[in-house]
């Protein structure tokens, strides 16, 4: 296009490209210098990076994709971390292993790898009765104290949690209550006034003729196991009555349930579910949850 034959915008100043469509033309106004340049070297940029790095998806038979001068992965990057991580978890676990609760307590390492490993083995086997931070429920009892039926030093805890409670294997935890009332043990009237009694033992009752009768079924059927304070007895799994920790609670009612027909519920053994390294650490997480740590 010739000077003459130009056209330019009278409201800008600046000359057109020629087009225009119903009535509106198309200004001429060219990329910045430092732009252009800037494209320009990240074309440069890109061709460099395909020598180097992984670009390309690769042609059949070739692989995923083409490598690169460089050879560089990220999927060998994770797995070289993830072999590190479990070369220091197994180095770790052996410790805890054979570490005892004043090793552990003393190591900060060690007690942080337990503690963390532990938190996580709970959260994904025993929250879901126990609670989140082993707080109970009706039925489970709460880890976050120091009411233990076995005891609850750390030995004694991994035990528990090793063998479970009421399975068939032969170290298991084992108690069985009878069912007083469903096996016509006791009478309704008899039932009535243990409970009553038992109910006194923790001070939610003040005595009354029906508890001094249970008093005497208490020492026929039950101080065995509970005993004659009715304090239990950590090696029977029997649980202290005197105190204010019920299991399914201690209202009238559900005492009298738990004579008549008591739940004997059951605990996995977990250690047939996880690894000895994994039963340590859930064992140090609890304990340190009932505050025996320190």
């Not at 805890?96 to 963390?116: C, G, H, K, N």
Request: proline share 4%; with cysteine.
């Amino acid at each position: 296009m010739s000077e003459h034959d130009k056209d330019v915008d009278a409201a800008t100043g600046v000359e057109t490209t020629g087009h225009e469509w119903d009535g509106i033309r198309e200004l001429n106004n060219p990329l910045p210098r430092w732009w252009l340049y800037i494209f320009y070297i990240t074309i440069v940029w890109a061709v460099v990076y395909w020598i180097f790095m992984p670009a390309w998806p690769a042609l059949p038979g070739m692989g995923t994709n083409t490598p690169g001068i460089r050879n560089h992965s990220d999927r060998a990057l994770v797995a070289e971390s993830i072999d590190a991580l479990r070369s220091a978890r197994a180095e770790n676990g052996a410790a805890l292993i054979e570490a005892s609760v004043e090793d552990i307590l003393a190591d900060q390492d060690l007690r942080q790898f337990a503690m963390a490993a532990g938190e996580s083995a709970f959260g994904d086997n025993c929250a879901t009765c126990h609670g989140a931070g082993g707080r109970g429920a009706p039925g489970y009892p709460t880890l976050a104290d120091d009411v233990w039926l076995w005891g609850g030093g750390l030995d004694e805890i991994q035990h528990t949690i090793t063998y479970g409670v009421r399975q068939e294997n032969m170290e298991s935890r084992f108690s069985m209550m009878p069912a007083f009332g469903r096996d016509q043990v006791l009478s309704a009237e008899e039932i009535t006034n243990v409970a009553h009694y038992v109910r006194t033992l923790s001070g939610l009752e003040e005595p009354s003729d029906a508890s001094i009768a249970g008093q005497e079924v208490f020492e026929w059927n039950c101080v065995a196991c509970h005993g004659e304070a009715g304090t239990g007895d950590q090696f029977q799994g029997a649980p202290d009555l005197t105190d204010r920790d019920w299991l399914y609670g201690s209202d009238m009612a559900t005492v009298q349930a738990t004579i008549y027909n008591p739940r004997n519920s059951a605990m996995p053994a977990w250690g047939e579910r996880l690894d000895e390294t994994t039963v340590k650490a859930l064992a140090v997480y609890v304990y340190a949850l009932s505050g025996s740590e320190g």
